[in-house]
């Protein structure tokens, strides 16, 4: 009875040893854990916006719970990508916000949504009355940005990313350039525009020298970006531009091993402004990681409001898109919740 009182204490003891070395090595796991966002966190320039102040829409649950249980609806991510014009490379609030694409991920359906909002689209801007609604960003910056589109289609978009597309050369030129299809027009016009951005970035220049499906360098695909002349489709032609290359981007660096995927990201993180918890997604990476082929596989690229029930024309002088608001209003819940 002895002995097996001495063994019970023994086995007693083993089990309190490995339940305080598994402590440890779970008070390691976290440390290590936590020093890679904080080390990611540092890089970021945050900036915070008044969510009481962006006419976010509260109710836009009840238009999907039909589709969509709480839970579904709450792990869905949108973002808005917010991509200054300014041709100062170092002052990304010098211009108006020419990308403006909502990006929503949804890991129920394993997808990516990038959802292109047209700059000159008609919107009533508050203290300034109806323009081309990505004034709104030169006016009041990310927050009267984001309440603009908020309350002109009904969204509750709440995350931003800003970025001055002048200076996105440098983390395409860091991944080896992105691969694109390009007509003959758009070759004319990226070389057209490119000297400008290598004068920012100070590397040799470089033109585009054919067309079809190219390997563009930074500053070539900076171009890409911005151009919306003459034969390439105007403003429309650029979203698409602009989402072809963000999805190449996506491409390019999660094809990378994990030692220069980290290094990409710590890239791509300086050169943003963003209200996001950055720790919040970081938990989340796994799951993207483990499942990145089937996201994307599962890439849908467009632009709302939608061409057909829009119409196009000058008010007072000044160009204006001007969609059927409800038509928009169901097609960003069409893409954001329900595909």
Avoid at 185 to 197: A, G, L, Q, R, S
Avoid at 213 to 229: D, I, S, Y
Avoid at 327 to 335: L, M
Wanted: with cysteine; glycine share 6%.
């Amino acid at each position: 009875m002895e002995e097996i009182q001495k063994k019970k204490a023994k086995i007693g003891k083993i089990i309190k040893i490995a339940v305080i070395v598994l402590l440890i090595i779970i008070i390691l796991i976290i440390a290590i854990v936590a020093k890679y966002i904080s080390d990611r966190v540092s890089k970021i320039n945050f900036k915070d916006i008044d969510e009481s102040n962006i006419a976010i829409n509260d109710k836009m649950y009840n238009e999907v719970s039909n589709i969509l249980t709480k839970s579904e609806y709450e792990d869905i991510i949108n973002i808005i990508l917010l991509g200054s014009d300014s041709k100062n490379m170092y002052e990304q609030y010098d211009g108006n916000s020419d990308c403006q694409m909502i990006i929503s991920v949804n890991p129920k359906h394993k997808s990516i949504k990038l959802i292109s909002i047209p700059r000159d689209t008609a919107a009533d801007i508050e203290g300034y009355g109806t323009y081309k609604i990505n004034y709104a960003f030169f006016l009041g910056k990310e927050e009267l940005a984001l309440k603009t589109i908020n309350k002109t289609f009904g969204l509750n978009l709440k995350e931003y990313v800003t970025i001055n597309i002048s200076s996105m050369y440098e983390i395409i030129n860091q991944l080896g350039g992105v691969e694109v299809n390009i007509t003959k027009d758009e070759m004319k016009w990226i070389n057209e525009y490119v000297d400008m951005f290598y004068e920012f970035s100070g590397n040799p220049t470089q033109k585009v020298t054919k067309y079809g499906k190219v390997t563009l360098t930074g500053e070539q695909a900076a171009a890409h970006c911005k151009e919306r002349m003459a034969g390439t489709d105007g403003d429309f032609g650029r979203t698409k531009r602009q989402r072809e290359v963000f999805t190449s981007l996506l491409n390019k660096i999660s094809s990378q091993g994990a030692s220069q995927m980290s290094k990409s990201i710590d890239l791509i993180l300086s050169q943003v402004t963003t209200n996001i918890d950055v720790a919040k997604y970081m938990m989340k990476l796994p799951e993207f990681v483990a499942n990145k082929d089937a996201y994307l596989n599962n890439i849908t690229s467009v632009m709302v409001p939608a061409r057909s029930y829009s119409k196009e024309g000058y008010v007072k002088g000044v160009y204006l898109f001007r969609p059927n608001i409800e038509k928009a209003k169901a097609d960003f819940i069409k893409y954001m919740y329900e595909m």
